[in-house]
Structure formats: C-alpha cells, structure tokens
C-alpha cells in the first residue's frame, strides 16, 4: 500500500504508560496510511538525550515543559499522521484535539503491569514505584477520559485496537 498523500486527519493516541499507544499507533499508521509519530521519541530528538536524563538532570517540570512546546508545534505543523503521545501530554495541554482525533487507549493498571517487565520500568523514571504508578494512573484517568473523542478498550491485541479505531473515525 502507497502512501496517500491526501493528508488525511491526524489521529491522537493517549492513554497510561503500557497501554500500547506505540505498538498500536505504529500499527495503525500502516493501517490507514498515515505517517506515525511518537512525541517522547520527537523530545528525545530535539533535546538529544533520553526522557530519564531529562528527569534526572532537568526534573519533570522541565520535562512538561518540553511536552507543552511539542503539543504546540504538531498542533500547528503536523498532518496526516497517527502521534502516540507521552502519558503526562493530556494533563499538561489541552491542545490535543487541536492537534487531531484524539483516541484514549483505556486499559487496567494491572493489564499494564502483566505488559511491562522491570527492565522497560527502569527506563519509565514514573513506573519506578508500582504503588505511585497505579496512584498515578487513578488521577490520570478521569483526565484521559474527558480528554478523548473515542475510548477504545486496549486491552484487547493490538490488531483489534486498529480495527476499533478505524471504525471508529471513519
């Protein structure tokens, strides 16, 4: 399948940390024929080095700041495209529906846990404590929520996901 370069809506993808808004998006992106952008990897570019240097060296408000910047710019620049964003981008902007469809990967805190082994937590600098995390994904939640033009349960495989997503949109 070709690219169309019709430039088609952006589709927006929230949700937790381990809810598959890379797997699915990267997915979905084929899928619809869309490009895929991952705005954590798109901050590690610009900033060159990785989220858990920048917490650790800049801490997590310098970091949000970084988010609130990358909303702005794909809001204004960035088409046909599926973004996955970073879990704390919908408590940060408001601007996601700005920026395209947004989607809201709903799973339970311990689907995501059952998902996500030590070695991916390591470099997640918010899943380092598994009680802060679900406390974290409670508050986020109702954020998510009231953020989403769709919720889809992502729990499901991913191809699934894709499947209920396109229905969805289209």
């Known amino acids: 399948m070709g690219i169309s370069y019709r430039c088609p809506d952006n589709i927006v993808l929230i949700g937790f940390m381990g809810s598959g808004k890379s797997t699915v998006g990267r997915l979905l992106a084929r899928e619809s024929g869309r490009y895929f952008l991952d705005a954590d990897t798109l901050i590690e570019s610009q900033q060159g080095r990785a989220i858990p240097e920048i917490f ?17 710019w794909m809001a204004a620049c960035v088409r046909g495209t599926v973004i996955s964003t970073g879990g704390g981008m919908p408590i940060v902007t408001e601007r996601l529906r700005d920026m395209g469809r947004v989607v809201y990967l709903e799973i339970a805190f311990e689907k995501i846990v059952e998902r996500i082994d030590s070695a991916q937590r390591s470099r997640r600098p918010l899943f380092s404590d598994l009680e802060k995390a679900e406390e974290l994904f409670e508050r986020r939640r109702k954020i998510y929520e009231s953020r989403a033009d769709i919720t889809v349960d992502a729990s499901a495989p991913a191809e699934r996901v894709v499947e209920e997503i396109l229905k969805r949109v289209s």
């Open 56 to 72: 650790e060296k800049e801490g997590e408000e310098y970091f949000r700041a970084l988010e609130r910047e990358s909303a702005e």
